[in-house]
């Protein structure tokens, strides 16, 4: 048995429609490697037939295809971190399921990897998203990098590829939400991005909506850095002081003019301002002692309905 050099992870969420075109172009790339590989598929809980489909391309490809089903939807970047649990080489590259990342591109991302560095993160040269999509991704982008000094030109691009060691380390990793190419980036000693192709979707929607990008980078703020809360108790010392001063001010104007700023509109919308940030405090705290909370209830973080794979014996 010839030692796995590369393992590709894709996790799959209701990808039916397109996974025919991923298999039809991803494993003439991965042969045109000359390198022992294999493709770990993660079905994330899909409600259509990418799990029958999965199947399938294992009986076709059982030497060097492995499926693992869950039981439920867990989401993207759990779905990774089980195939970084299996994978078996000693390069591991990441890609999504609806080839907007080509498959092709693998290869340059392995040569990057033959130059010494240990994390590659790809960084869509024109992408053919929506035009929001690729403003939040810049406005988003930035915030993050600025609160967590962690640099991805862009987050959004699954295509990367990671060194065995960052692997083991993400796997070890016993957050209960994480961001895959965030964590393997604080773990990595030589990190570089290359540009990547990008490509329309071959079929299917997209699993992210705006909502999804602006929770994400919550998620990203809150993972990674005590800035949000450090900043949060900044700007209360700062209204504290401004209301101070004011009504130092009013005091004054009263005592030697006999009136002061006494509009009730005033006061209200400075009120309604202080229960703003008020509640947006509140929210921000919950959100660091909900991710406690998730961590401290210790249970599994997916459950696997069933492995398809041949035994290592079994390979030839």
Known sequence: M?????????????????????????????????????VIF??????????????????ARPDVTRVVLFNANYGQHIAIIAGFERVRGERVVTLDADLQNPPE??????VAMDEGHDYVGGVRRAREDAWWR?????????????????RMTDQGCMLRAYSRDIVDAVAASREVSTFIPALAYTYAYSPVEIDVGHEERAAGESKYSLYKLIRLNFDLATGFSLVPLQLF?????????????VYAVIV????????????????????FFLIGVVLFGVGLV???VGRIYQQVRDRPRYTVRAVLEREPSEQQ
């Not at 992870?9 to 003439?28: K, S």
């Not at 993660?42 to 009986?59: H, T």
């Open 2 to 38: 010839n030692p796995v050099s590369v393992s590709v992870v894709i996790p799959v969420y209701n990808e039916e429609a397109g996974l025919p075109a991923l298999f039809a172009r991803l494993y003439p790339a991965l042969d045109a490697l000359g390198v022992a590989y294999e």
């Open 42 to 59: 993660v079905n994330d809980g899909s409600r259509d037939r990418s799990a029958a489909l999965l199947k399938d391309q294992f009986l």
């Open 105 to 110: 591109e693998i290869a340059r991302l392995l």
């Open 134 to 150: 690729r403003t939040a991704s810049r406005v988003m982008n930035g915030l993050r990098e600025r609160i967590t000094h962690i």
């Open 233 to 245: 108790s900044l700007f209360g010392m700062l209204v504290a002081a401004a209301s101070v001063v």
């Open 252 to 271: 004054v104007q009263r005592l030697v003019t006999g009136y002061g700023w006494t509009a009730l509109w005033d006061r209200d919308i400075l009120e």
């Open 286 to 288: 919950g959100e660091y």
